[in-house]
């Protein structure tokens, strides 16, 4: 059979565009539900679109088999609606932690104490794997499965039925008789490692999202509003608790978790029945050997009593039972070695350090890179100058031990010195930014006055590192906020050359054939890597997709409508260090052009003394001055900047005065802290009302705006006679 989905459309037969209609409306359903409803896209936004023009050109050359559920006739899925909630009647507790056998020889202790009266009692427990992976507990009435829930915070849960009746290891009905009328079983829901690693192949065939680890996946699965996901996730499930019952399952744990296999449940094969401290770590060491083989992830064992009615007697603690204990494995290891050190550019220029690894599997996950933070960290030291790995080095050719915990991401934890190579050599990590050669420096922290533990390239906007990441900035929500010009959009234009620096974005029309066949060459790339990776060839390249010229007139359009972006905005575009959007406010608030900053920003570039030159503005600190003082004094920035105002013209920041207001031609203090608004709002929003802001009170002084905690302002104020009122009292005046 031919596939049908990279069949040009106008060689389609009728019942083959009827079947290709149906087929892009359920895959386009799927991927709106993952991307609207789960927050995980699961295609690229370019797959996603092509699916949607190759329906559009089905659908315009078949018009008459336009289905009713066609998402031509719908924008994106409808908003996630959450899951219900069910609260637990009883809880779903958590479980007290040893770590070593002496905690495991405390537990027992305790119990023995607890029971000492009772001379004849003859006190036994289980040991038993902890599943890596996620509760769930299963409600069973008259032995059919009617609801099922997540653990939640414990006490209220997500009703996920339909998602865990996808899953097989959860009988549908009970087998065999004589459970309970009604019954919550419980258990973890988990993932194998084959088939989180079919999963990521899956999805790195298709372009789609990267998975972590095999738990976060499981949770992932979990909770998708459409089931059938769920059902494709293959997730499994072990019995080995319960919640409410009209009758206990048993008169021990032991027979209770037997009793669920006889129901039809999984249970797992490991649990044994033990009446020692020696029998319960002899399990644990059993267990632990056989933890690299069992397929899933397993983070300990756990011992639990086994009498219920002991278990009822010994009780709980604020949401832990007495009567258990989870005995956690240490963090899976594995010894691998170091191929090479990368150095990766941030936007505000951080050189990071990263180990690419010979590939090794830690506890069913590959693991190859594993971040070196920063040349301190490699030379075996940490921010404060103290030891780590006992001080050994990281070079490579190394052999090192790596470990994972859980959800902990990977990290080297020693180095095999006896395995290092003989022409191993310290890493020499660069003085120079790897990107563009910039000198690359270690600033000293105003505050600690020692120095940064990071390397920063120093050549801001000529770095093609940063300046990628600059652009992205550019036009990022709080900052242009350029409609279709993602990061993707970014990354290309700037490979091709088609936009190197703000002011570029803004000739891009002017390059309007190249934009497009940057553009439509990497769809075509992204199309033969999936063909590649799916082992299916289209026979003709050419496509609808070519021919869609509207969105780059949108995006022109987009461009165009910013081109008088309000100051502050633009102020906070530049992506200045330190100046984040409340900074770029009373940047503009202060200086009200663009000029009037340069003009400023050079000046105090230029002083000796450059705090002592820039105004005293609330809200701008030694940083920021330091921060402008960098940018400003960059000549390279000026020639940016300069391209960039021809383009763009920012608004004045315009204060509107208002005369009428109440406390027009006041003279207005805050003091104490404030709790609706910043500082700087305030004298902002005092300002517009046509009050002055002063920094200290005096006979001048109309109102002191007192928040709590203010202390010798308030008293100079009530010595003059000064009106004080409280932060709530000004919003009632001003009428806020
Ligand atoms: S018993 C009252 N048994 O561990 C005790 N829990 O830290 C209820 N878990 O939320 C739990 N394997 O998700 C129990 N064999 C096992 C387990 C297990 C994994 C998880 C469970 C629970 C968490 C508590």
């Known amino acids: 059979m031919t596939d049908l989905s990279s069949k040009p459309v106008d060689e389609l037969t009728e019942p083959e565009a009827d079947a290709e209609l149906a087929r892009l409306a359920a895959a386009i359903a799927a991927a709106d539900i993952a991307y609207h409803q789960n927050d995980a896209p699961e295609i690229t936004d370019a797959a996603y679109d092509a699916m949607r023009r190759r329906n559009d050109a089905i659908e315009e050359a078949f018009p008459h088999l336009v289905r009713e559920d066609s998402p031509s006739l719908s924008v994106g899925a409808p908003p996630a609606e959450g899951f219900a909630k069910v609260r637990h009647a009883v809880p779903m507790l958590s479980l007290a932690k040893a770590y070593t ?14 029971f000492e009266r009772d001379r004849d009692l003859d006190i036994a427990f289980t040991a038993e794997p902890k599943i890596d992976g996620l509760s769930a507990s299963l409600l069973y009435e008259n032995g059919v499965f009617v609801r099922g829930a997540t653990r939640g915070d414990g006490a209220v849960g997500e009703d996920i039925t339909a998602n865990l009746r996808t899953i097989k290891d959860i009988p549908q009905k009970l087998k065999g008789s004589g459970w309970p009328a009604s019954i919550e079983i419980r258990g973890e829901v988990y993932m194998t490692y084959a088939e989180f690693q079919a999963l990521k192949a899956r999805s790195a065939a298709s372009g789609g999202q990267d998975y972590v680890n095999p738990r976060n996946t499981a949770a992932g699965s979990l909770r998708q509003k459409d089931a059938s996901v769920t059902a494709s996730r293959n997730l499994k499930f072990f019995a080995y608790a319960w919640g409410a019952t009209t009758e206990d399952p048993a008169a021990t744990q032991y027979d209770a978790v037997q009793k669920f296999a006889e129901w039809g449940f999984q249970v797992s094969p490991l649990m044994v029945r033990a009446k020692s401290v020696d029998e319960l770590i002899a399990q644990y060491r059993l267990i632990e050997e056989q933890r690299s083989s069992l397929g899933y992830d397993i983070d300990g064992v756990v011992y639990k009593v086994d009498q219920l ?16 204990v989870a005995h956690k494995f240490p963090a899976e290891q594995a010894t691998t070695t170091v191929k090479r050190i990368d150095i990766q550019v941030g936007r505000t220029g951080t050189l990071a350090p990263v180990a690419r690894l010979e590939p090794v599997t830690v506890g069913g996950v590959v693991v190859e890179n594993v971040t070196l933070h920063n040349e301190d960290y490699i030379k075996g030291f940490d ?36 395995k290092r190579p003989p022409d191993a050599v310290p890493y020499e990590f660069p003085h120079e930014c790897p990107v563009c050669g910039s000198p690359a420096t270690r600033e000293i922290n105003e505050k600690t006055g020692k120095e940064d533990s990071r390397r920063r390239c120093t050549g801001e906007l000529i770095c093609p590192a940063q300046a990628v990441e600059g652009l992205r900035h550019f036009v990022s929500r709080g900052a242009l906020d350029i409609e279709g010009l993602g990061a993707e959009n970014i990354e290309l234009f700037f490979s091709k050359g088609l936009v190197r ?26 199309a033969k890597q999936r063909e590649a990776a799916s082992g299916k060839t289209r026979k003709n390249v050419r496509s609808v997709e070519d021919r869609n010229y509207e969105g780059l007139d949108k995006l022109f359009k987009a461009i165009d409508e910013r081109r008088e972006p309000e100051l502050d905005r633009f102020i906070f575009a530049l992506g200045i260090r330190h100046i984040g959007e409340t900074t770029a406010s009373v940047l503009a608030r202060t200086f009200s052009t663009m000029e009037e900053l340069i003009r400023v920003g050079k000046e105090t570039a230029a002083a000796e003394d450059p705090k002592a030159v820039f105004p005293s503005v609330d809200g701008i600190g030694g940083t920021v001055i330091e921060a402008l003082v960098d940018f400003f004094g960059n000549e390279r920035n000026d020639d940016v900047l300069e391209r960039l105002l021809q383009q763009v013209h920012p608004k004045p920041y315009v204060v509107n005065v208002s005369a009428d207001s109440v406390v027009a031609g006041k003279t207005v203090v805050f003091t104490g802290s404030l709790e609706k608004m910043s500082r700087s709002e305030a004298k902002a929003m005092a300002e517009r009302l046509g009050a002055k802001v002063a920094g200290s009170v005096s006979a001048q002084t109309d109102i002191l705006v007192a928040g709590p905690g203010a202390g010798s302002k308030l008293k100079k104020a009530e010595e003059l006679g000064v009106e004080v009122i409280s932060e709530d009292d000004w919003f009632e005046r001003v009428g806020k």
């Open 309 to 324: 009615e002991l278990q009822r007697r010994w009780g709980f603690v604020t949401g832990e039972p007495r009567w258990a």
């Open 501 to 526: 620096t703000a002011a570029d974005i803004f000739t891009l029309h002017e390059r309007r054939p190249a934009v497009q066949q940057a553009l439509a060459e990497r769809r075509e790339g992204q």
């Open 101 to 114: 056998d002496e905690d495991v020889v405390d537990f027992i202790t305790r119990g023995k104490r607890f």
């Open 383 to 418: 921010s404060n100058g103290m030891p780590i790995r006992e001080g050994v080095d990281i070079r490579i050719g190394d052999t090192v031990v790596i470990q994972r915990a859980g959800d902990v991401i990977p990290q080297i934890v020693r180095v095999v010195l006896e």
